[in-house]
């Protein structure tokens, strides 16, 4: 229960990777804000999940690329709670097409909430966490932002901006103990890759040295490492957890 009084928001948390991430810091004894921004009945599953299990879970609609909702939802969260420990930048959109057929809406949509989103979240957050002089923020990235992949470029983009901003915003807030790191998810079984035929499934898994797709839980793992204690001399770093895909 290393996470015992913390309160950490999750954005993106009513389904995937969120959720896991949501459950596992509610797990270590994090009270867990659950942001999403179309899902209700998804978040509140997340929240009851949580509640069921003993732990704290507040939800909140807000989208994270509307710096007003992101404004209003962490007033409320103060509000409740006082403080705001962790946050996540989990919450994410794809659009995906090659580019001559990218519209720019397309395009502006996936960096205002994947980029945006995080810059939007991590702004609102400053000020509790420089009165603390304690935070953790920790960004969710992609390894399509390592390699790129064609079809998403908007995508890649964004997720190799969050590399970019972690690093930046790690080395402005490393002298008052706030840490900023990114996780970056390989191929992980999600709603995504449950459609997908097991032909290309098995081309997808020709890449990855451990043979199998991810679980969320285990990206969960790497973020509630990174949030805890003891990862408190850990900043400006990426964990990429995709079974030695991407590896050099």
Do not use: H
Request: some cysteine; proline content about 2%.
């Amino acid at each position: 229960m290393d996470l015992g009084g913390r309160v950490a928001v999750v954005t993106g948390a009513s389904r995937g990777i969120g959720r896991a991430i949501a459950l596992e810091l509610a797990r270590r004894g994090a009270v867990v804000v659950v942001n999403y921004a179309g899902n209700a009945a998804a978040a509140e599953k997340t929240a009851s999940a949580i509640r069921e299990a003993g732990g704290g879970a507040l939800v909140i609609k807000a989208d994270v690329a509307d710096q007003e909702q992101v404004n209003q939802m962490m007033k409320q969260v103060l509000d409740e709670y006082g403080r705001v420990d962790i946050l996540v930048n989990n919450a994410g959109i794809t659009r995906d097409n090659l580019l001559p057929r990218l519209r720019e809406e397309d395009w502006d949509a996936v960096i205002n909430v994947n980029l945006k989103g995080a810059y939007n979240c991590a702004r609102a957050v400053m000020r509790p966490m420089l009165k603390a002089r304690w935070g953790r923020i920790i960004n969710i990235s992609s390894v399509v932002g390592l390699t790129g992949n064609a079809g998403q470029a908007n995508y890649a983009a964004a997720k190799a901006g969050l590399l970019g901003f972690t690093r930046s915003l790690a080395r402005e807030l490393g002298s008052r103990n706030i840490t900023v790191n990114a996780v970056a998810p390989g191929y992980i079984t999600t709603d995504m890759t449950a459609g997908l035929s097991e032909e290309n499934k098995a081309r997808m898994l020709q890449n990855v040295p451990l043979g199998r797709f991810g679980a969320p839980e285990e990206v969960a793992a790497a973020v509630a490492f990174l949030a805890g204690e003891t990862a408190g001399y850990i900043t400006g770093q990426l964990i990429v957890v995709d079974g030695g895909m991407t590896m050099q």
